[in-house]
């Protein structure tokens, strides 16, 4: 490919003619934590020295919730293994390459031998942060795993990363700038959705208790049994060697259907059945609407079917019957997962029974309101499922700005 003018081909890809490649070791230190000595111990009493772990770094940063410290008198013996908020710290056991900074509160805190720090940095250090964080540098260091084998990130593979660099400090400063106000707008999406999740969870436990009735309504709730409000279906396995059983038009669900589906709607399962194969086990088909709720291993986990569908034994399937939302019963079964669990008996894998699914007390308003509440929970998914895409376009378009800033491709004005 013929490279455009005012740019070169480097080992890290196409970049300005001015920018250089290095290897971080020309332009930064990089050194060592430390653990403390044998037999002594972190203590949740707040000393004048915070120790951060790997368990307490996130990507950018540190999560201060459970932040632990170095008794005072063992501080002398580690004393030389501080990071500060100048330096950038990359996790390199167990969990590789968690980058980030530590914030001011923790500048000077001990750092785990469990991770590095890149120290006396001579670039930008949020130009650089990012590098670090970007897919080339996390690829490189996803390649280091060892299968079998505790990983480990060598200090002198981090020396030798490769970072292509912007000649001035402001050209670095301001590509970090630009990817800093996509963080910013990722980290307000995600605390956006995180409030809606709780603001739904609130309503779920007002509304689905009758603690908060919507305008119009005042009838008396009932507290029936869940065997009566819905038919509930065991399901089924045709036999694993009669390949004439499988992959016909029957669409067949297991719990990991259900696990690797986002939402409340199932409408593909992995695999499928013959007709002959239904008729050899004891599954059912199933309307759509069904409620496909999970009764051994992930307990208490449901979709909505969306299309007919049959189901392997892992469940205890619900039909709503008449006067009774399926929609309404969904919500209300999210909130009764501890009740399913509870109930669950079994020595190789707990199951809970079609009998002691069928006792589950369940409390329904009229079927208008049923539906009213069903409607406003709705609402509230399709609003998160909205806030949702939106974070994920917005981390795919960071991504990509990331490719074109880092490289130079695009140059900011």
Same mark, same amino acid.
């Given at each position: ?10 080992? $890290? *890809?196409?970049? !300005?003619? %001015?920018w250089?490649?290095?290897?971080i070791? #020309?332009? /930064? ?41 170095v ?27 968690? $980058? *980030?900074?530590? !914030?001011? %509160?923790?500048?000077?805190a001990?750092?785990? #031998?469990? /991770? ?26 996803e390649?280091?795993?060892?299968v ?38 990722? *980290? ?12 739904k969870? /609130? ?7 009758g ?70 086990c004891?599954?059912?088909?199933l ?57 669950a ?69």
């Amino acid at each position: 490919m013929e490279l455009k003018p005012g740019y070169k081909q480097t080992e $890290v *890809g196409v970049i !300005p003619d %001015e920018w250089e490649v290095k290897p971080i070791k #020309e332009f /930064a230190a990089v050194k060592g934590g430390k653990r403390l000595p044998l037999g002594e111990s972190l203590v949740d009493k707040e000393t004048s020295h915070p120790y951060v772990r790997v368990t307490d770094m996130r990507p950018g940063g540190v999560l201060l919730s459970d932040i632990k410290y170095v008794p005072e008198d063992v501080f002398p013996t580690i004393k030389s293994y501080r990071i500060s908020s100048k330096d950038i710290f990359i996790s390199v056991a167990g969990t590789l390459g968690i $980058v *980030g900074k530590v !914030p001011a %509160e923790l500048d000077g805190a001990n750092l785990t #031998e469990n /991770a590095d720090k890149i120290t006396n940095i001579d670039c930008d250090q949020d130009f650089l942060l990012h590098n670090l964080l970007s897919e080339r540098i996390q690829a490189i260091i996803e390649s280091e795993r060892t299968v079998g084998v505790q990983p480990k990130l060598a200090l002198g593979r981090i020396e030798n990363f490769k970072i292509a660099l912007p000649p001035t400090l402001p050209e670095q400063r301001a590509i970090a700038g630009t990817l800093a106000d996509v963080d910013a707008l990722l *980290g307000a999406l995600t605390q956006l959705i995180a409030k809606k999740r709780d603001l739904k969870q /609130a309503a779920m436990q007002q509304l689905l208790t009758g603690q908060t009735r919507l305008p119009g309504f005042s009838g008396k709730w009932e507290v029936k049994q869940l065997g009566d409000v819905a038919e509930i279906v065991s399901g089924g396995t045709p036999r694993t060697g009669v390949a004439s059983y499988w992959d016909g038009g029957i669409r067949w669900c297991t719990p990991t259907d259900i696990t690797g589906t986002a939402g409340k709607y199932l409408s593909e399962t992995a695999r499928t059945i013959s007709q002959a194969g239904l008729d050899s086990c004891s599954a059912q088909l199933l309307p759509a609407g069904a409620l496909l709720l999970c009764s051994r291993a992930t307990i208490g986990e449901l979709k909505i079917a969306v299309r007919d569908v049959c189901t392997n034994q892992g469940f205890k399937s619900l039909i709503a019957k008449e006067g009774v939302s399926n929609e309404y019963l969904y919500y209300l079964l999210l909130t009764m997962k501890p009740q399913l669990v509870g109930r669950a008996i079994g020595s190789t894998f707990l199951e809970i029974s079609k009998k002691d699914t069928a006792s589950l007390d369940v409390s329904l308003p009229l079927f208008d309101e049923q539906s009213a509440i069903a409607a406003v929970l709705s609402d509230m998914d399709a609003e998160l499922t909205a806030l949702e895409q939106r974070l994920a376009k917005t981390r795919a378009l960071k991504q990509g700005m990331m490719q074109e800033l880092l490289t130079g491709r695009t140059r900011l004005v």
